[in-house]
């Protein structure tokens, strides 16, 4: 069974103050990993998928890295805006189905 | 493009009622899933669609939700009867089907409120 585990469950930073959310995951055969951003109130917006250990996708003030055992979404900088929950996400080989970790709500303060 | 449209965005029941959801998919997207987001948790997936056909419905609770898919286009999903660890908010996506086309989309959600 595929497992996601997000650390830290809260993280508040000040403005431009840089830090790092951990997704750490077990599964049969990694097809890809997925990161998303949820507002209070609305679905999740897609962010990244990353596909196999040592590759890297940048957005703006985002950057997610891959392991064979873990992601890291490192924040640059961060903005007010930036304050959100941080959905991590794993596909294995077997089908289509996504588990989701339980999520980093981050509080970015001015 | 517009995105995954989802409705009522918000409902409240008694338990042992009935209530149903429903889902218009991004054009052109051929699957089509539910999922479960407890208040403080991830989505869990309830049931996956691939055109009008069910792929995935492992983790749905059969005694009391149901969904169907008609036309391979919009989606109902359905509690009959509802209880209280029923309060959730319940998501729709979809994706293309393909080999690295697996990138789901959410719409807004509907959040159920049973008292």
């Known amino acids: 069974e595929d497992q996601v585990t997000q650390s830290p469950e809260a993280l508040r930073l000040q403005e431009g103050e840089s830090s790092s959310l951990n997704c750490s995951y077990t599964?049969?055969?990694?097809?890809?990993l997925f990161w998303y951003r949820q507002d209070p109130g609305k679905g999740p917006e897609f962010l990244f998928t990353l596909y196999s250990a040592g590759e890297e996708k940048e957005k703006e003030r985002l950057k997610a890295t891959l392991t064979k055992k873990e992601s890291f979404l490192h924040i640059t900088a961060p903005k007010p805006e930036d304050s959100a929950t941080y959905l991590c996400a794993v596909r294995d080989n077997a089908g289509n189905m996504l588990t989701f970790g339980g999520g980093t709500r981050l509080m970015v303060k001015p | 493009e517009a995105g995954v449209a989802q409705s009522p965005r918000y409902k409240i029941i008694e338990k042992r009622q009935s209530v149903a959801f429903w889902c218009n998919p991004i054009?052109?997207?051929?699957?089509l899933y539910w999922y479960q987001q407890i208040l403080g948790q991830g989505p869990k997936l309830l049931i996956q669609?691939?055109?009008?056909?069910?792929?995935?419905d492992s983790q749905l609770p059969k005694d009391r939700f149901s969904a169907e898919r008609l036309k391979g286009v919009d989606s109902t999903l359905k509690i009959q009867p509802a209880k209280l660890e029923d309060s959730a908010v319940y998501l729709c996506?979809?994706?293309?089907?393909?080999?690295?086309?697996?990138?789901?989309?959410f719409g807004p959600g509907t959040r159920l409120t049973v008292l």
């Open positions: 054009s052109g997207h051929a699957t």
């Open positions: 669609f691939q055109n009008n056909g069910v792929v995935d």
């Open positions: 996506a979809s994706s293309l089907v393909g080999q690295r086309a697996d990138t789901q989309y």
């Open positions: 599964v049969s055969g990694l097809r890809g």
